[in-house]
Nanobody
Framework: QVQLVESGGGLVQPGGSLRLSCAASGSIFSIQAMGWYRQAPGKQRELVADITSGGITHYAYFVEGRFTISRDNAKNTMYLQMNSLKPEDTAVYYC??????????????????WGQGTQVTVSS
């Protein structure tokens, strides 16, 4: 089992910055890739950025150049530095971890872990 806890959300003015953190605990040895997703009211959850255990990153086009994802494996923590925030960035941001494949008694399926989410509001 893996537990993920996000922090760092809040209210910020357009053009401002926030730094989100996601602390992982439990069976952290099972974690492979990690990422940040967000969901605005009435919209589907979407991938913001992800990062592998080796540090390979991927960004959604709408945040590339403004956001930076990173992870500190020694601290079991992932970060999302958000700069030049826009009102359309307003959403609940969720931490996600890829737990690999569960295998038992001829069963095999992917394992996913999610945090509780942290609210980010960009408004003047």
């Amino acid at each position: 089992q893996v537990q993920l806890v996000e922090s760092g959300g809040g209210l910020v003015q357009p053009g401002g910055s926030l730094r989100l953190s996601c602390a992982a605990s439990g069976s952290i040895f099972s974690i492979q890739a990690m990422g940040w997703y967000r969901q605005a009211p009435g919209k589907q959850r979407e991938l913001v950025a992800d990062i592998t255990s080796g540090g390979i990153t991927h960004y959604a086009y709408f945040v590339e150049g403004r956001f930076t994802i990173s992870r500190d494996n020694a601290k079991n923590t992932m970060y999302l530095q958000m700069n030049s925030l826009k009102p359309e960035d307003t959403a609940v941001y969720y931490c996600h971890a890829d737990g690999g494949i569960y295998r038992a008694r001829d069963n095999a399926y992917p394992v996913d872990y999610w945090g509780q989410g942290t609210q980010v509001t960009v408004s003047s």
